[in-house]
């Protein structure tokens, strides 16, 4: 019996190891720029191929510690799919965005990552106006697969 359970035990070890090394399908960030750190804020999104995603929020400047929470919740497998279809969609694996050359001085920004067969997608905070829509659509999706709760 108890080999059975220790059994039991390593096979949910190794399955939970597993979860965690699921492959990230995007990442997502965004943060306030430079205000005073009473003010300022960021977060950061990731979320894996099996659909969990990690929401971290701080306040302020710092990026650990009390000033940060970590929040987890499930995308569902239809919103996957649409972070899948605007990346194909938007062209930036064959074409990938520019930089903007007159990156603003101070405002907060957005930004983030696709995955598409473990090469990184850029999508820069500030990218070339001939960029800006493409970039846009396949941030707006990620940002559509978080779950409800995590985006309070």
Known sequence: MLRRLVLAALT?????????????????????????????????????????VTLKRCKGYAT???ACTTQEGRAEAE????????????????TPA????NIPA???STGGAVYVDS????????????????????LSTIVAALPERLEE
């Open 12 to 52: 949910l070890v190794s399955y939970s190891a597993a979860a965690q090394d699921a492959e990230v399908l995007a990442e997502y960030w965004a943060s306030s720029g430079s205000l005073p750190p009473q003010y300022a804020w960021s977060v950061s999104v990731s979320i894996r191929v099996d659909g969990v």
């Open 106 to 108: 101070g405002g907060g």
């Open 64 to 66: 650990d510690g009390a």
């Open 119 to 138: 090469t990184k997608v850029n999508l820069p905070a500030h990218p070339a106006e001939a960029d800006a829509q493409r970039v846009g659509d396949v």
């Open 79 to 94: 919103r996957l799919d649409a972070i899948r279809a605007a990346i194909a969609a938007s062209g930036l694996v064959e």
């Open 98 to 101: 520019s930089q903007n050359e």
